[in-house]
């Protein structure tokens, strides 16, 4: 595997139901980044990890909980979500300090 | 008002025009400017980057910063249906740390019919 690659690609999801989201990237890089895409509107920056560190937590409702065990690894914990929060979830790396993130291709998540 | 503006379009044009994508931003401490791509089903691509106002060119792609204007353009010459996707602009302020915050524009969808 090359790049950042995210699993699922598709998740359909109840109110009710628990899942999580998993993002790992293969090109060395220190810092990892959620974001939410919707239709018709800017990617959202959801949380961002440096060094395994979470340094920003951009207003998320707590239904959305992520995770980063290591430098290569990013989860996003989901519990009672919302119609609204159908996306797509992006998830992407950065070297510390570089300005280029790498995309994942995304999971497109659909809640019921 | 949004830090970043872009139309959404959606913008059709035929093999072989010029494109001209553009984004207007509010935030005077932005000064680095991106050009992602995304493909359908795709995550966002990485196509232009510059950090100074002017021009930069890379094959059929030009990237134009307007920092007097707050103003950012994309041009993609002899556009190709291959070029057919959706086109981000996003941007990076000077105070940002080692972890870049990017703030995005929504997007533009192009089409290149052949």
């Known amino acids: 595997e090359t790049g950042v690659t995210q699993t699922p690609r598709h998740l359909v999801m109840g109110m009710t139901n628990k899942k999580s989201l998993k993002c790992e990237q293969h090109l060395g890089h220190n810092a990892m980044y959620w974001y939410k895409q919707s239709a018709k509107k800017p990617l959202e920056l959801m949380f961002v990890?440096?060094?395994?560190?979470?340094?920003e937590n951009n207003s998320v409702p707590s239904r959305f909980s992520p995770e980063c065990p290591n430098s290569s690894h990013l989860f996003l914990h989901l519990h009672t979500l919302q119609p609204e929060d159908s996306a797509l979830y992006l998830c992407a790396s950065s070297s510390d300090g570089g300005d280029t993130q790498y995309f994942g291709p995304g999971t497109r998540l659909t809640v019921l | 008002q949004k830090e970043v503006e872009q139309d959404p379009g959606p913008l059709s044009v035929p093999e072989g025009a010029i494109v001209s994508l553009n984004c207007t931003y509010s935030n005077s401490a932005f000064q680095y400017f991106m050009w992602y791509r995304q493909y359908s089903r795709k995550g966002p691509e990485l196509l232009m980057y510059?950090?100074?106002?002017g021009n930069k060119e890379d094959g059929r792609f030009t990237a134009q910063v307007d920092k007097s204007s707050k103003y950012i353009s994309l041009f993609i010459r002899d556009s190709q249906p291959s070029d057919s996707a959706t086109y981000l602009c996003?941007?990076?302020?000077?105070?940002?740390?080692?972890?870049?915050?990017?703030?995005f524009g929504s997007g533009t969808q192009l089409t290149v019919l052949p």
């Open positions: 996003a941007m990076i302020p000077t105070d940002s740390g080692s972890a870049r915050q990017l703030t």
């Open positions: 990890y440096n060094f395994k560190e979470q340094t």
């Open positions: 510059t950090y100074s106002s």
